[in-house]
């Protein structure tokens, strides 16, 4: 596609559920990133792909959270057991790598708005 | 690690004023650094950035910013508002290779 997809749009969802949000990123881009957006926290950083492997998993904030890349491009982002504290918008990016002349030249999807009540 | 820091959450101008927003960073080392925008209901979209090629960077929609090394800032200006501006507008930092490190945004507002 010509941007990144991401779906679904929004989602809610009661709390203990779990979610599956999905990221198509762009034809080519093997980096791919997901970042989480909420009131008064600013964008923060939950994982990165360099193709199917995810070495930096760092930004995930509990065993709840797990994501997963297969054939280098579509990625699900998990949450089980949902909390109320998950409510966020769930940004993926993609750039063509992590390293070299495009390092941080991420292009975003808009997101999937999680509402867990 | 390394950071960045947004002053202001919230920045209001007159349309045709000059719009500055402020980001310092902390860095050991001169890093990347960006600016990226979002408008309401959408993704981030990257609106220019540094990698020490030179100091004054052009961006896209008329924006620039300018690396100091001695006041660690990567201020973001643009000489005249046009309400078209208004949105959300992040700085990041690039720790090397890999994540970005996103501040926590400066929403800017303009008044006609």
């Known amino acids: 596609g010509a941007g990144v997809s991401q779906s679904p749009s929004n989602k809610v969802t009661e709390k203990g559920k779990d979610v599956e949000l999905r990221c198509d990123p762009i034809s080519g881009h093997t980096a791919l990133y997901w970042y989480r957006q909420s009131l008064g926290q600013g964008l923060e950083f939950l994982i990165y792909?360099?193709?199917?492997?995810?070495?930096?998993k760092s930004g995930l904030p509990s065993d709840r959270f797990s994501a997963e890349r297969t054939g280098g491009s579509v990625s699900t982002l998990t949450i089980q057991r949902t909390q109320q504290e998950d409510s966020a918008v769930y940004l993926c990016a993609s750039s063509l790598a992590a390293s070299g002349p495009n390092t941080g030249e991420l292009f975003f999807g808009e997101g999937s708005r999680l509402t867990v009540l | 690690a390394q950071s960045v820091t947004q002053l202001g959450s919230h920045v209001s101008v007159s349309e045709g004023a000059l719009v500055l927003l402020r980001c310092n960073y902390s860095s050991s080392v001169p890093p990347y650094l960006f600016w990226y925008v979002q408008y309401p209901n959408q993704g981030l979209q990257l609106l220019l950035k540094y990698t020490s090629a030179a100091t004054l960077v052009k961006g896209i929609n008329g924006f620039e910013a300018e690396f100091k090394k001695s006041e660690t800032s990567f201020h973001l200006t643009k000489p005249s508002a046009h309400m078209s501006d208004a949105a959300e507008y992040f700085c990041a930092v690039s720790r090397g290779a890999q994540k970005l490190v996103f501040g926590q945004g400066t929403r800017l507002t303009i008044n006609p």
């Open positions: 792909f360099q193709g199917n492997s995810a070495p930096d």
